[in-house]
């Protein structure tokens, strides 16, 4: 093994024990309460190696949510697919199983940095859309607006639409949801582009 390959084993290794030590440290307090010396402490890594693979505590929020979300995405669909009705379909339970999966396991986290969440991922969610938007067909210049206010329009209404089932319906199986919300997806989708 190179001594590139053993640095970048070392920095893969300190970046999860940071992360898993976060996580740790975020089934017990809120996010406001988490400190870098509460997690440099905890891990134990000192505060320069934390500011070495993080900025900040939010760095390293972003990045377990960025890492979460990407990691249920990419086990159950493929970006380079175009965005039709089965990629809907697969959206939707994608994002029930990640609300429930941070939901469930990051009860206090989900709670207490719930906007920071909500942003990133539905950025997320809107960047997997554009991308299978754009594989449907080319769009001109003049397209571009309606695109990204399309990309929007369905992303938000997907993860609002989710969320509001774990929060409120989750007894409710994810097909009965897939069933009343698809159509509406589909119908936005089909007077823009076809399908």
Known sequence: ???SQKNEEQTSKTRSLIQDTFLSLAKEKSFEDITVKDIAKRAPVNRSTFYAHFQDK???LDSFIS??????VSS?????KELNEETLHNLILIMCDYHKSIGTNYTRLYKSAAVLIDIKVQLKLQDIILSMLMN?????KNEEDKLELLTVMISSGIYCATKRWHSKDTLKDTSLLVKEVLPFMI????STIEM
Do not use: Q
């Not at 890492?67 to 249920?72: E, K, L, N, Q, V």
């Not at 449907?136 to 001109?140: D, P, R």
């Open 1 to 3: 093994m190179s001594k």
């Open 76 to 80: 159950r669909i493929n970006s380079e």
């Open 67 to 72: 890492d979460r979300f990407m990691s249920i």
């Open 187 to 190: 119908s936005g989708l089909k």
């Open 136 to 140: 449907n067909k080319t769009f001109s």
């Open 58 to 60: 939010y760095d390293l």
